[in-house]
């Protein structure tokens, strides 16, 4: 079976042919970059976004930094070299880590071509959050707090530490 072919057999499991690297290496940047901004590690992201674009016949070197992305797609004699959108703020969103994780499964396991994945890489960036910011504002607050008192702070530098991390997190 060619590699040109719909499919390519890979230990006995179909994957997906090899795609157009421009094509791959964006939607494996958008994969990378849901993960980062919603609580993955960098070793998560990049051995996510390593698979993913492998599912499609392309090779990928990734340089994750606090504010982007670095990405580097080689396949079929092409490469790209591409620069992700800014990571303005980081959340905690493990609904949409576990939703990218499974997407990511199910492209190596062949089950999803590339114009699925990305369908389904814009449905997992506009899930609603699982918590309500009051609850992450009250919660994060008191992390701040409770490092406060954990450093020898006393009862009015609790205080004084839950509003400025409550406030740090509203704004």
Sequence with gaps: MSSRGAHVMSLGR???ASAPVEDVAHLAL????????NGADTAEVQAAVTRFAAAFGTDVRLLVTYEALLLTAVA????RTKIGLRVPSFNVNLAVVAAVNS???AVQAGRRRLADAGAEVAD???QPPTRSRWVVVVALGLTAASLSRLFGGDWPAFLVAWLAG???TWA
Excluded: K, N, S, W
């Excluded at 079929?76 to 490469?79: M, N, P, T, V």
């Design 14 to 16: 179909p994957t997906p």
């Design 76 to 79: 079929d004699g092409q490469f």
């Design 30 to 37: 958008d994969v990378g970059r849901l993960l980062f901004r």
């Design 103 to 105: 997407l990511v499964g």
């Design 166 to 168: 409550a406030a740090g």
């Design 124 to 126: 997992a960036e506009h």
